[in-house]
């Protein structure tokens, strides 16, 4: 079997594997480990300079650890001593992208742990019997962990994932990280139990592998372009032992051959393989030298390379590298980028996206072929906060009207990553907006990122609530909401006051909410004027008695009935003679305020009232869902979920459609919007909650009415400033 990494007409007692066609001394500590051969490290850490070759070995070793894939291995042809046995697959949770805590519940996943916390995964694997033998767990690629390249994520999986797992004694691990992690990875393990293999060290040292990589690439058998020095065995021969001298002086020998390679297939112009000049020792000389080769000064190209190198995910949709080219270098670089393909091709790699929610300007992506690549420009860029400021200014003007709604979706996901690179992030976290429609763990992550004493409240209401909406995967409109929700109760209206106005169609408008430790039960009532001694109804009652003619009996008002710790003001006690006896806090349902009156005079709604309205919820520990009754039994539709990061302690709903809901920090009343006219259910239309659904309770309502409108307020500022 052959591939772009192993040179076919040389001659040798074991041929080199495959995909890696090198690298004999790892693979025999690696096999080693994976054996469990007496005197073999339990944990061993991967690590090596960007493009010195981690990635791939680690995949060309997992190559021979899966049975299926080892069925289309000549293993017989290969060094004994480099094959692992015939095992079971180890674990391999690939991190790229991902927290610590979505790295663990990768592994809960894969091994069916009954854990429903992230603290009690790690113990729970070192539990599980898997036919006597350590669990083995490989992870790869941590550099490349976290949705935001500025948060440190890195660090993150190290210390919450791999250093809680390499402590576990049945637990067998490998794993690729950082070198500025690799020592405090295997720190404070016993003698023995832990080795850390440097590909940049001389005893792991490859030359002859990183000569057959330049030769495989030179190959026309492989699909390289015949040309003197491709076609002529000795030629090649020749040129990739220089290409894989020079290479092989620096880090990041791997990635610099492939690069220099493609550099020059790409266009052989004026290449002169005998002179050494034009041979690269580093992945910034392969971009100076193969810029110069196409007449274009090195800083052009790294130019139009430096929007890819700041970027985020997967990579930038190509409308947008133009203008923040433009933006980064603080100069029009249309001319350039028109002309610039040729000169970028070496580097780049298109991302085809399908689906039907991807418009079509960012189906595709543009993105560099290695982050090696982007390490290199960016050490070229003299101010990478000056150039990620120029970035968001541009992609904040890309947002149409300052509506996130209409947003680009990479505008909207990463500005977030770049406005922290730039450190203008707490400027960003005060656009409601912004908090609702761009993806939760993404920013989440961002903001996170930032020291606490720099967030302003609206950032703080949007961390406390972040967790409910990465846990429950909200769309954006119920993200809206339950924000919504979450600025009435930190005391921000005017926050909540601006999703009203700008999301249209939230499912309900939180009227008010009281911080009331320990309600554990509520309920809906009305309460006849006569009965109440509020301000409000006081004083209503003093000026119809001035009144000359009389009017008409007030309608009763709705109130709220909570039942609370004795204490709690505004509250009266159920038994005054006994100290530990709850108390009862009656409340105007629409406002919130607190209502001196007799509980004895509050009236409930009685069974037949809640049995025959339009409306009903059914409860779970941490959900509400708010549903329509149908004319038949079960065509119910749904009208909405209130979701809770706390259980919840007492629900109602009041006939005219508002909801009442208690936590163990208090009570809150929402008005449900009318459901929108479906012509099935609706039960789909919200995220599923993880507990088990009931069926509505017997908790109706009639067709809800809006009780309360908050004022309009401005909104506030939106965007950071340069």
Same mark, same amino acid.
């Given at each position: 079997?052959?591939?772009?990494?192993?040179?076919?007409?040389?001659?040798?007692?074991?041929?080199?594997?495959?995909?890696?066609?090198?690298?004999?001394?790892?693979?025999?500590?690696?096999?080693?480990?994976?054996?469990?051969?007496?005197?073999?490290?339990?944990?061993?850490?991967?690590?090596?300079?960007?493009?010195?070759?981690?990635?791939?070995?680690?995949?060309?070793?997992?190559? !021979?650890?899966?049975?299926?894939?080892?069925?289309?291995?000549?293993?017989?042809?290969?060094?004994?001593?480099?094959?692992?046995?015939?095992?079971?697959?180890?674990?391999?949770?690939?991190?790229?992208? $991902?927290?610590?805590?979505?790295?663990?519940?990768?592994?809960?996943?894969?091994?069916?742990?009954?854990?429903?916390?992230?603290?009690?995964?790690?113990?729970?694997?070192?539990?599980?019997?898997?036919?006597?033998?350590?669990?083995?767990?490989?992870?790869?690629?941590?550099?490349?962990?976290?949705?935001?390249?500025?948060?440190?994520?890195?660090?993150?999986?190290?210390?919450?994932?791999?250093?809680?797992?390499?402590?576990?004694?049945?637990?067998?691990?490998?794993?690729?990280?950082?070198?500025?992690?690799?020592?405090?990875?295997?720190?404070? $393990?016993?003698?023995?139990?832990?080795?850390?293999?440097?590909?940049?060290?001389?005893?792991?040292?490859?030359?002859?592998?990183?000569?057959?990589?330049?030769?495989?690439?030179?190959?026309?058998?492989?699909?390289?372009?015949?040309?003197?020095?491709?076609?002529?065995?000795?030629?090649?021969?020749?040129?990739?032992?220089?290409?894989?001298?020079?290479?092989?002086?620096? @880090?990041?020998?791997?990635?610099?051959?492939?690069?220099?390679?493609?550099?020059?297939?790409?266009?052989?112009?004026?290449?002169?393989?005998?002179?050494?000049?034009?041979?690269?020792?580093?992945?910034?000389?392969? !971009?100076?030298?193969?810029?110069?080769?196409?007449?274009?000064?090195?800083?052009?190209?790294?130019?139009?390379?430096?929007?890819?190198?700041?970027?985020?995910?997967?990579?930038?949709?190509?409308?947008?590298?133009?203008?923040? @080219?433009?933006?980064?270098?603080?100069?029009?670089?249309?001319?350039?980028?028109?002309?610039?393909?040729?000169?970028?091709?070496?580097?780049?790699?298109?991302?085809?996206?399908?689906?039907?929610?991807?418009?079509?300007?960012?189906?595709?992506?543009?993105?560099?072929?290695?982050?090696?690549?982007?390490?290199?420009?960016?050490?070229?860029?003299?101010?990478?906060?000056?150039?990620?400021?120029?970035?968001?200014?541009?992609?904040?003007?890309?947002?149409?009207?300052?509506?996130?709604?209409?947003?680009?979706?990479?505008?909207?996901?990463?500005?977030?990553?770049?406005?922290?690179?730039?450190?203008?992030?707490?400027?960003?976290?005060?656009?409601?907006? $912004?908090?609702?429609?761009?993806?939760?763990?993404?920013?989440?992550?961002?903001?996170?990122?930032?020291?606490?004493?720099?967030?302003?409240?609206?950032?703080?209401?949007?961390?406390?609530?972040?967790?409910? $909406?990465?846990?429950?995967?909200?769309?954006?409109?119920?993200?809206?909401?339950?924000?919504?929700?979450?600025?009435?109760?930190?005391?921000?209206?005017?926050?909540?006051?601006?999703?009203?106005?700008?999301?249209?169609? !939230?499912?309900?408008?939180?009227?008010?909410?009281?911080?009331?430790?320990?309600?554990?039960?509520?309920?809906?009532?009305?309460?006849?004027?006569?009965?109440?001694?509020?301000?409000?109804?006081?004083?209503?009652?003093?000026?119809?008695?001035?009144?000359?003619?009389?009017?008409?009996?007030?309608?009763?008002?709705?109130?709220?009935?909570?039942?609370?710790?004795?204490?709690?003001?505004?509250?009266?006690?159920?038994?005054?003679?006994?100290?530990?006896?709850?108390?009862?806090?009656?409340?105007?349902?629409?406002?919130?305020?607190?209502?001196?009156?007799?509980?004895?005079?509050?009236?409930?709604?009685?069974?037949?009232?809640?049995?025959?309205?339009?409306?009903?919820?059914?409860?779970?520990?941490?959900?509400?869902?708010?549903? *329509?009754?149908?004319?038949?039994?079960?065509?119910?539709?749904?009208?909405?979920?209130?979701?809770?990061?706390?259980?919840?302690?007492?629900?109602?709903?009041?006939?005219?459609?508002?909801?009442?809901?208690?936590?163990?920090?208090?009570?809150?009343?929402?008005?449900?919007?009318?459901?929108?006219?479906?012509?099935?259910?609706?039960?789909?239309?919200?995220?599923?909650?993880?507990?088990?659904?009931?069926?509505?309770?017997?908790?109706?309502?009639?067709?809800?009415?809006?009780?309360?409108?908050?004022?309009?307020?401005?909104?506030?500022?939106? *965007?950071?400033?340069?």
């Amino acid at each position: 079997m052959t591939s772009p990494t192993q040179a076919p007409e040389q001659t040798r007692a074991h041929e080199p594997h495959p995909y890696i066609g090198g690298r004999g001394a790892v693979l025999r500590a690696l096999s080693a480990w994976r054996a469990e051969r007496p005197g073999a490290p339990r944990v061993v850490v991967l690590t090596g300079s960007t493009g010195t070759g981690c990635s791939r070995l680690l995949t060309g070793f997992l190559m !021979l650890c899966d049975p299926e894939y080892r069925k289309g291995l000549e293993l017989d042809a290969f060094d004994p001593a480099t094959v692992p046995p015939d095992l079971p697959a180890p674990a391999v949770p690939s991190v790229a992208g $991902l927290t610590a805590a979505q790295t663990l519940w990768l592994l809960a996943d894969h091994y069916g742990l009954s854990a429903t916390r992230t603290d009690g995964i790690v113990p729970e694997l070192g539990q599980l019997p898997l036919s006597g033998r350590s669990v083995t767990i490989v992870v790869p690629d941590v550099d490349r962990a976290g949705p935001v390249r500025g948060a440190g994520e890195p660090a993150q999986v190290v210390r919450d994932v791999l250093k809680p797992l390499a402590a576990v004694e049945s637990i067998r691990l490998l794993a690729d990280v950082p070198r500025e992690f690799a020592v405090e990875l295997a720190e404070g $393990l016993p003698p023995g139990v832990a080795q850390v293999i440097d590909l940049d060290a001389p005893e792991w040292a490859d030359p002859e592998g990183l000569v057959l990589q330049a030769e495989a690439l030179l190959n026309p058998q492989f699909g390289a372009p015949e040309l003197p020095f491709t076609t002529e065995p000795d030629a090649r021969r020749a040129l990739a032992e220089a290409i894989a001298r020079h290479a092989g002086e620096s @880090a990041g020998s791997r990635l610099t051959v492939q690069l220099a390679v493609q550099s020059v297939l790409m266009h052989p112009e004026g290449f002169d393989p005998a002179d050494v000049s034009q041979l690269p020792g580093s992945v910034g000389e392969v !971009l100076d030298l193969h810029a110069e080769r196409l007449d274009t000064h090195p800083r052009t190209l790294r130019q139009i390379l430096a929007p890819l190198a700041l970027a985020e995910g997967d990579g930038l949709p190509v409308h947008l590298l133009t203008p923040l @080219a433009s933006a980064v270098a603080e100069r029009d670089m249309s001319e350039d980028m028109a002309r610039g393909m040729l000169l970028v091709a070496p580097f780049i790699r298109p991302v085809e996206r399908a689906g039907e929610g991807v418009p079509e300007e960012e189906r595709t992506l543009l993105g560099l072929q290695h982050p090696g690549i982007g390490e290199a420009v960016r050490a070229g860029i003299p101010d990478v906060p000056g150039a990620q400021t120029r970035i968001a200014m541009e992609l904040l003007e890309a947002v149409p009207d300052q509506d996130w709604a209409k947003a680009g979706a990479y505008v909207r996901d990463h500005l977030a990553g770049h406005t922290l690179e730039a450190g203008l992030l707490p400027r960003l976290l005060t656009d409601p907006g $912004l908090f609702a429609h761009a993806e939760p763990v993404r920013l989440r992550a961002a903001v996170e990122s930032v020291p606490p004493e720099q967030l302003d409240a609206p950032a703080r209401t949007y961390l406390r609530t972040a967790p409910l $909406l990465t846990r429950t995967q909200a769309p954006a409109l119920l993200r809206a909401a339950l924000l919504e929700t979450a600025f009435v109760e930190d005391g921000l209206p005017e926050y909540a006051d601006v999703l009203r106005r700008t999301v249209p169609g !939230l499912p309900w408008h939180t009227l008010w909410s009281v911080p009331v430790a320990g309600a554990d039960a509520v309920t809906v009532g009305t309460l006849l004027p006569s009965a109440a001694a509020s301000g409000s109804a006081a004083e209503a009652a003093a000026q119809q008695e001035q009144q000359e003619q009389p009017e008409p009996e007030p309608a009763p008002l709705a109130v709220a009935v909570s039942v609370v710790p004795q204490g709690t003001p505004g509250s009266t006690p159920l038994k005054a003679d006994d100290p530990e006896a709850r108390a009862v806090l009656v409340q105007d349902l629409a406002t919130g305020a607190a209502i001196d009156a007799d509980p004895a005079q509050i009236r409930r709604p009685s069974e037949d009232e809640r049995a025959t309205g339009p409306l009903g919820f059914s409860r779970g520990a941490d959900y509400v869902r708010v549903w *329509h009754r149908g004319e038949q039994q079960g065509d119910a539709q749904l009208v909405t979920a209130l979701i809770s990061a706390t259980p919840f302690t007492g629900t109602d709903l009041s006939p005219d459609g508002i909801l009442l809901v208690a936590t163990e920090s208090g009570v809150k009343a929402l008005q449900i919007r009318p459901a929108q006219p479906r012509a099935t259910t609706a039960r789909g239309s919200v995220p599923a909650p993880r507990a088990a659904e009931p069926e509505p309770a017997q908790a109706p309502g009639p067709t809800p009415e809006a009780a309360a409108q908050a004022p309009q307020a401005p909104g506030p500022v939106a *965007h950071p400033t340069a």
